[in-house]
C-alpha cells in the first residue's frame, strides 16, 4: 500500500480530531517520524541483529508509561534524566519500550 495516501487521509482526519486528542496524536507521529528515521539509518549500516532491532522498537508515550508502570506524568518529566528515552522534540518525550521495561524491572526487584 502507497503512503501517501494513508497521509493525505491522516491530515483530513487531524483536522477532524478534537482539540484535547491531539497532544496523543502528535506524541504518536514523533514516534513514527523516529522510526522512519531509525530505518533510514539502519539502512545505511550492514544488515544484521542491530538493523532487525531498530526496526522492531517501539516507543511509548508518556500517558502509556503512567498507564502501564504506574506512575504519574509528573513523576517521568522530573525523572527523565534517569529513564532511557527519546526527546525527537521540545515537547514529545517518547520511552522506547524494551529498555524502560528493563529499566523497571531492575528496580522492583
Known amino acids: 500500500m502507497a ?3 494513508l497521509l493525505t487521509e491522516l491530515m483530513q482526519l487531524i483536522t477532524q480530531a478534537p ?3 491531539l497532544p496523543a496524536v502528535m506524541s ?3 514516534a513514527a517520524q523516529s522510526s522512519a528515521a531509525s530505518r533510514l539509518l539502519g539502512n545505511q549500516m550492514v544488515p544484521g541483529p542491530a538493523l532487525q532491532t531498530a526496526e522492531k ?3 511509548l508515550t508518556v ?3 503512567a498507564d502501564r508502570f504506574h506512575v ?6 522530573r525523572n527523565k534524566k534517569h529513564l532511557p ?5 521540545r515537547k514529545t ?3 522506547p519500550e524494551v529498555a524502560l521495561t528493563r529499566w523497571f524491572a531492575k528496580r522492583r526487584v
Not at 72 to 77: F, S
Not at 85 to 89: A, G
Open 57 to 59: 522498537e517501539c516507543y
Open 19 to 21: 482539540v484535547d486528542r
Open 93 to 95: 518525550l517518547l520511552f
Open 63 to 65: 500517558e502509556e508509561v
Open 28 to 30: 504518536q507521529l514523533a
Open 72 to 77: 504519574t506524568a509528573r513523576w517521568l518529566y
Open 3 to 5: 503512503l501517501e495516501p
Open 85 to 89: 528515552h527519546s526527546q525527537p522534540t
